[in-house]
């Protein structure tokens, strides 16, 4: 990726599989990062590897989303990118998805989206523009059992995605998103590290694999490189095919 010159990205979630690669590759490029998550330990453990600055949140409340990129913003830099990799794994018929699993879900996923959504865009609406990554799931366009929950969250995601690009495209601020296929990221290791799941999921794949986290993370920096400065309100799938071909 090539990093615009100034400006700096803020990651939510900065501390996963996905997000912390993320991280990593912005900061190879050169590019000022703040990443955010609720455990402060382990925030200061990354940051302080990746020579980032860190911002303790939790991604399902409005108020601490908004705390977090103001205190992001002290820096002086104009935020050019923000990135929710924030989410959950819930594999459960809806018979058997309590309300605590359902709210949580959408909470986690698409409340998460929407917060940093609305704080991103008033402070980007101000500074020039930008681009704004979520993260769906190949599960909000492609039918699999026991999916019911994350799909419909995700699916939303992708709902607030083209209309967030439609509402600020006039302000030069680019929404996108990317839907993935299974990923080995600690978030998904009770799948991954099963053999039989694990040897069921990549049969699902047409390319025989599960993904990688820098796999998707190379799809969200070309997403928040200006070089794409006319794509915007996209589902970029990741999936190994999984969305679009027949696995053999």
Not at 149 to 159: D, L, T
């Amino acid at each position: 990726m090539t990093s615009p010159a100034g400006g700096f990205y803020f990651i939510a979630g900065g501390t996963g599989g996905i997000g912390l690669e993320v991280a990593k590759r912005l900061r190879s490029g050169g590019a000022e990062v703040t990443i955010a998550a609720r455990n402060e330990a382990k925030l200061k453990g990354r940051a302080s590897e990746l020579g980032t600055s860190y911002a303790i949140m939790d991604a399902t409340e409005g108020r601490s989303v908004s705390g977090a990129l103001a205190l992001a913003m002290a820096k002086g830099e104009p935020l050019k990118g923000v990135v929710n990799c924030v989410g959950s794994i819930l594999l459960k018929p809806s018979h058997l998805t309590s309300d605590e699993d359902w709210l949580s879900t959408l909470h986690t996923n698409l409340s998460s989206s929407f917060f940093l959504l609305r704080e991103a865009a008033r402070l980007m609406m101000t500074t020039g523009g930008g681009s704004i990554v979520f993260c769906s799931t190949v599960a909000a366009q492609r039918g699999l059992p026991n999916h019911e929950a994350i799909a419909a969250a995700k699916a939303g995601v992708e709902g607030l995605t083209r209309s967030a690009a439609a509402t600020y495209a006039r302000f030069k601020i680019r929404v996108n998103c990317v839907a993935p296929g299974l990923v080995q990221t600690p978030l998904s290791q009770f799948i991954t590290t099963n053999e039989v799941a694990s040897k069921t999921s990549k049969a699902m794949h047409p390319l025989g694999r599960l993904g990688e986290p820098n796999d998707v993370a190379s799809a969200i920096c070309w997403l928040l490189s200006s070089e794409q400065s006319w794509v915007t309100g996209q589902v970029l799938h990741v999936d190994g095919g999984l969305s679009t071909v027949q696995a053999r």
